[in-house]
Structure formats: C-alpha cells, structure tokens
C-alpha cells in the first residue's frame, strides 16, 4: 500500500508557483496585445474613412469652383416697321460647358435646321435672313454667349415670336462640365432649375444640326 501511494503523489506532483505565475502573464500580455490590435484597426478604419470623407468633400468643392450654368436667352423686338428676334445661349457659371446635344421642336415634331425650322413656321428659307451658331459640341467658356438664331427680317422675327409662346414648340439642350456631371434643360419646364443626369441623352435622328 505504501508503494502504491508513493507512486502517486510522484505522477501527481505540487504545480510550480514560478510556472504558474509566468503563464499568467503571458496570458495576459496577450490579452493586451489583442486589445491593442483591434484598437489599431478601430483607429485604421476611422482615418480611412475620414480620408474618404475629406476626398469627397475636396471634389464636391472643386466641381463646384467649376460648374458651369447654360442659359437660353430669347431677345426680341417689334417696332411696327422694323421686327427682330435673337436666341442665345450663355455660360452663366464659373466653369467651362460642353453642349453636347441639342433638340428643337416646332408643331411637336423635331426640325434638324434651320431651314426645317422656317418652313415649318410658315416661312421661305430661301428668302430669309438668318444668321446662325453651331451650338453641338461647342464649349462655352465662363461668361460666354454664342447666338444660336438671329433674324432682322421682319416676318421671320414675328413667326419666331408667336412660336416661341406655343407650348407645342421647345428647345432642349444637354451640357457637362469638365467632371462629366451634366446637366438637361427643356424649355417647357423651369430652365432655372435644369435636371441633373447621369449622361446628355443621345437624340439620334431627332438631334439638332444647326
């Protein structure tokens, strides 16, 4: 019986304080080192998306130091005798305008020119004195007006004037800015307020040559 037990006391022996002590701050430095990895990624992720926030803001600031503003322009006159009538197009913003498409209709059906557009208003294209701008594809720098239609002659002007306050009659135009943010206005909806798209639709066959 005395074997048996010497035996297990010596399978059995006593745990080392020094060992037991050793393990336990090992377990707690890497307790701390964990707490300390998960604070580092919490910082990391924090800094990254502030990094991502003042990106964005630095770009919404910039397209805004370059956002162009097209505006549509009618000036007109009627003395009796003598009758004009100008459509123009300036770049009201502080940056830079590609007009990438531009649409006219008249009676509600699109025209491609200008000889379209005055016979379709009950005019002679032959006899009639226009002068005309390319607006499609054209930039318009800050500050810039490009006369799109101007006509001295006294009839023209008129049918141009009576168009002009027909509903069934409008012009559209598309322009973006050097970002490719752009921007559609249609005359039968408030051009102060032009809508945002994501790209100038194409008007294909309908699209306005000048």
Not at 57 to 84: C, K
Not at 167 to 191: G, H, K, M, T
Request: one cysteine or more; glycine letters at 4%.
């Amino acid at each position: 019986m005395t074997n048996d037990t010497n035996d297990s006391s010596q399978q059995n022996p006593a745990r080392d304080p020094a060992m037991a002590s050793t393990e336990r701050a090992f377990v707690r430095m890497t307790l701390w080192q964990t707490v300390l990895s998960l604070v580092g990624v919490f910082i990391a992720v924090i800094a990254l998306y502030a990094a991502l926030k003042e990106s964005a803001a630095v770009r919404q600031q910039t397209a805004a130091s370059v956002w162009p503003f097209v505006q549509m322009l009618i000036e007109d006159y009627d003395t009796g005798d003598t009758a004009g009538f100008s459509m123009s197009f300036v770049n009201a913003g502080v940056g830079p305008a590609k007009l990438d498409a531009v649409r006219v209709e008249i009676g509600g059906q699109p025209v491609r020119n200008w000889a379209q557009a005055v016979a379709a208003l009950g005019g002679d294209p032959a006899a009639s004195n226009v002068s005309r701008n390319f607006l499609s594809g054209r930039v318009l720098r800050p500050d810039e007006k490009v006369a799109m239609l101007h006509t001295t002659d006294p009839d023209l002007a008129r049918r141009f004037q009576a168009a002009i306050a027909d509903p069934q009659n409008n012009v559209s135009y598309c322009y973006c800015s050097i970002f490719d943010e752009c921007w559609l206005a249609d005359s039968r909806r408030d051009l102060q307020n032009p809508e945002a798209v994501a790209a100038c639709p194409d008007f294909a066959a309908e699209a306005f040559e000048n």
